[in-house]
């Protein structure tokens, strides 16, 4: 089985960017896009429910090398 294209690797909790950029050299993957996707929470207050952005997830997508 080969392996594919593109993959997208995901900067985890306790991860560093380096880390992640360091898995995708071994896995033979080269880094062509960064995404950061923003992270919500709905917090009811006063009867009324704010959506409150509480982090960000940051994605790589990567092409073989």
Known sequence: MTAKPKKKFYVEDGMTIDQVLSQMEKEGYSPIRRMEEP?????????????IPIGKKIVFEGKMA
């Open 39 to 51: 992270i919500f929470q709905e917090k009811k207050e006063n009867g009324a429910i704010q959506i």
